[in-house]
């Protein structure tokens, strides 16, 4: 016969979580806290288990009256916020769940600090707001490019009937406004057209490449520094898409430094890392890779914050603001993610891939 399962390795699974967990009884004993609840107490999971739960909060006679409700059925989930209380640290803000298990007498607790709570709901917004952009370019590249088409070759054929010079003027104006507008569509329509080509990447190699293209264009005025983990793995990816992603944002970012550069004192910084057991675009990563692109620029404006990954939103004079929302599609392809945090002085941008 089986031996019956133990706590540990019923609910062993938690341990991959990313929230804190605990599983409890109706009275508020502990029966299982996972690693990241450990982590975020500071103590181990043996002192945690065994011990009333409702100690742990700054007002415990909240959950001692959820865990009572969720006993007597009373409700099947419950959520608040409150105060979790850490060994070393101060405590912790965060959003608790209080939910019944298909075991009598057990409850789960699961804790979210708010946070985290908050970053996961900005990265699903960036993931919903880089689905809706997709859409909307690609339908709307399409309705322009075919009345495009007819416009051009109508001022062509009506430049061949015309004689007068001031006439012939305005329809090289039309067919040279219709090209623009052409290299616009493409642009819009480049992330959906071309094949994604994979291979082994050697991120090093595609920033190596960045650079060289950025200091060409920007010989003078403008430090680039190199702050390379040079242990990160090769990975599966496309590396043009990827080349072409932290181009954009590293132009973008040189652009924004336009001053700096002319004043002498510009500085970039491509600065690799390792993330370990991270949540992001609704999924947990054992390793990723975390590119940031630093600049000592003004900053993003505050008007356009929220909306920098937006097509055609550009907080430049004459820039197409197309340039963001081409590399964040190029890293979602890649199953990752770009996040911006600015303040004036300092902009990070920092990409996210999963490492296998």
Known sequence: MSKPATPHSRFQSFDLLATLVAVVRADGTVLFANAALEDALGTSRRTIEGSAFAQCFS???????????????????????????????DPLPVHVIVAQTDQPGEVIVELLPLEQQAKQDREERLIDQAQANKEL????AHE????????????????MEVDSRDLIEYTQVIIHEADRLQTLVD????????????GDVNIHEVIERVRSLILAEFPRGLRVVREYDISIPEFRG???QLIQAVLNVAHNACQALSDRIAAGDAQLVFRTRIA??????KQRYRLALELHVIDNGPGVPDSIKDRIFYPLVS???????????LAQTFVQQHHGLIECDSVPGRTDFKILIPLP
């Open 315 to 325: 907080g430049r004079e004459g820039g197409s603001g197309l340039g963001l929302t």
């Open 144 to 159: 322009i490019k075919n009345p495009l088409g007819g416009i051009r070759g109508a001022a062509q054929l009506l430049q």
């Open 59 to 89: 007002e415990p006679h909240i959950l001692q009256n959820a865990l009572e409700g969720a006993g007597s059925n009373e409700f099947a989930a419950l959520r608040y916020d409150a105060w979790l209380n850490r060994l070393t640290h």
């Open 276 to 281: 370990r057991q991270v949540t992001f675009g």
């Open 137 to 140: 370019i690609r339908n709307l």
């Open 238 to 240: 496309d590396r043009e």
């Open 187 to 198: 642009r819009l329509l480049a992330p959906h057209r071309r094949p994604h080509v994979v």
